[in-house]
């Protein structure tokens, strides 16, 4: 949030692979996107799994999951009781637009945080195929 406020860029989420398994929020996804989501209710966990050829979108369940996972005090990967997390449906798969993906981490503190481009013409080509999704 740090990074995304230094360089004036609007975070919409967070975006990870699952490279051999399907697309998904597993529970330390879920941990993660609770911490995005407390701070923006519309932040969303984005998930790319290049061996089915899928991406999703994903929010933790507003009311009772927020507050599942906000009493959960386990770490690493543990079971939940029931289905804390749901398809963010308030997502609009628009192909025919452009997208751009910053990547705000830093290898250390001192180095100085990316600058974002100012307008890209860089079509989203990598996730055309709609009907997989």
Known sequence: MDAAQKTQTDLIGWIHTHPSQTAFLS???IHTQFYYQKLLP???AIVYS???GTVKSFIITPGKGMSE???CKESGFHPHNEPVY???THIR???SRYIEIC???TSSDTDP???PPSNPKVPNKTFTDSSRY
């Open 69 to 71: 996972i906000e009493k």
């Open 50 to 52: 290049p061996k089915f």
């Open 27 to 29: 529970s330390v996804d």
């Open 86 to 88: 749901q398809s963010a």
């Open 103 to 105: 990547d705000l981490r």
């Open 93 to 95: 798969k628009d192909f």
């Open 42 to 44: 519309e932040t969303v």
């Open 113 to 115: 945080l990316p600058t």
